[in-house]
């Protein structure tokens, strides 16, 4: 299985800029870690991707975007956190949901596992004091839509965003995404080639499956044949940066009367991270040092 990786170009002269990110690893790692089913590896996926797509941009070495998904839907609460590197883990509240196909497309149905109305919240943390918050309605509940949605509303950039997720009976076979952004002298007619391009192009995991690199990928949905391309050898990963530390610290957080009344009713702590399912264990002599 080839690396996962994001590249970045530009199109007609510089007036319109692609990122496009094979994701494949990262989410299928996601499905493993998280026993997804098939429906919940697709909206984690998709996710994480986009997340992962966005991250990439992070000013700042510590720089890190959370994004948060509250659908209506019964997959309950998604949430995905990536660095400045692409370097992405999430977790989601219903891993286990699946739906029937949906009977529109045959296709997985994200969009009623997610539900129709809700928010999605965008966090970006670059070091300052307060992090950037934006929040924009759910428009469909098939991610795509509701980041291209954000991106219009929140940022005011248009933005073209493709996101999908192939899976089979062995696991993701496929998943990735791109985001095509207008500059502010993109001309109607560059608009216009990009729409045509758009319509003939299939969907990002089908090409991605057919065995397409990333920069023929950026050609067909932009229609242009002349990017310029700029290479990057970072590899983007899903990684949990979870310690015994970290998870002191959230311990520390509940006060001493609850450390207390935790070592007299179980005699121990057991904590799990949500993002990556590793247990950390903290005996009575560990939490009575916590109360020290």
């Given at each position: 299985?080839?690396?996962?990786?994001?590249?970045?170009?530009?199109?007609?002269?510089?007036?319109?800029?692609?990122?496009?990110?094979?994701?494949?690893?990262?989410?299928?790692?996601?499905?493993?870690?998280?026993?997804?089913?098939?429906?919940?590896?697709?909206?984690?996926?998709?996710?994480?991707?986009?997340?992962?797509?966005?991250?990439?941009?992070?000013?700042?070495?510590?720089g890190?975007?959370?994004?948060?998904?509250?659908?209506?839907?019964?997959?309950g609460?998604?949430?995905?956190?990536?660095?400045?590197?692409?370097?992405?883990?999430?977790?989601?509240?219903?891993?286990?949901?699946?739906?029937?196909?949906?009977?529109?497309?045959?296709?997985?149905?994200?969009?009623?596992?997610?539900?129709?109305q809700?928010?999605?919240?965008?966090?970006?943390?670059?070091?300052?004091?307060?992090?950037?918050?934006?929040?924009?309605?759910?428009?469909?509940?098939?991610?795509?839509?509701?980041?291209?949605?954000?991106?219009?509303?929140?940022?005011?950039?248009?933005?073209?965003?493709?996101?999908?997720?192939?899976?089979?009976?062995n696991?993701?076979?496929?998943?990735?995404?791109?985001?095509?952004t207008?500059?502010?002298?993109?001309?109607?007619?560059?608009?216009?080639?990009?729409?045509?391009?758009?319509?003939?192009?299939?969907?990002?995991?089908?090409?991605?499956?057919?065995?397409?690199?990333?920069?023929?990928?950026?050609?067909?949905v932009?229609?242009?044949?002349?990017?310029?391309?700029?290479?990057?050898?970072?590899?983007?990963?899903?990684?949990?940066?979870?310690?015994?530390?970290?998870?002191?610290r959230?311990?520390?957080?509940?006060?001493?009367?609850?450390?207390?009344?935790?070592?007299?009713?179980?005699?121990?702590?057991?904590?799990?991270?949500?993002?990556?399912?590793?247990?950390y264990?903290?005996?009575?002599?560990?939490?009575?040092?916590?109360?020290?």
């Open positions: 299985m080839q690396n996962d990786k994001i590249i970045s170009c530009l199109a007609y002269n510089g007036k319109v800029n692609i990122r496009c990110i094979r994701s494949t690893n990262m989410v299928e790692e996601a499905r493993k870690l998280h026993d997804l089913s098939p429906t919940s590896t697709a909206a984690l996926g998709r996710l994480l991707t986009i997340t992962s797509l966005m991250g990439k941009e992070m000013k700042g070495e510590k890190t975007i959370t994004t948060q998904v509250k659908g209506s839907g019964l997959i609460n998604m949430t995905a956190v990536a660095d400045n590197n692409g370097n992405v883990k999430g977790y989601v509240s219903n891993p286990q949901l699946d739906l029937p196909l949906n009977p529109e497309n045959g296709k997985l149905d994200v969009g009623n596992a997610v539900g129709k809700g928010m999605i919240y965008i966090i970006k943390d670059i070091g300052l004091k307060e992090p950037y918050v934006g929040m924009t309605p759910i428009v469909s509940g098939e991610i795509a839509e509701d980041f291209t949605n954000y991106f219009a509303k929140s940022e005011q950039t248009p933005t073209v965003v493709a996101l999908g997720v192939l899976v089979d009976k696991g993701v076979r496929a998943a990735g995404g791109y985001l095509i207008l500059m502010p002298d993109a001309t109607e007619e560059d608009i216009v080639k990009i729409e045509e391009a758009l319509k003939k192009a299939d969907s990002i995991s089908k090409m991605l499956d057919d065995g397409r690199e990333l920069v023929e990928i950026a050609e067909i932009t229609g242009d044949q002349n990017l310029m391309y700029f290479e990057d050898d970072n590899i983007p990963q899903y990684i949990c940066n979870c310690s015994k530390e970290k998870m002191e959230n311990l520390i957080t509940i006060g001493k009367d609850e450390i207390k009344d935790i070592i007299e009713k179980d005699g121990k702590a057991e904590l799990i991270c949500h993002f990556c399912n590793k247990k264990v903290f005996s009575e002599e560990d939490l009575r040092k916590l109360i020290d």
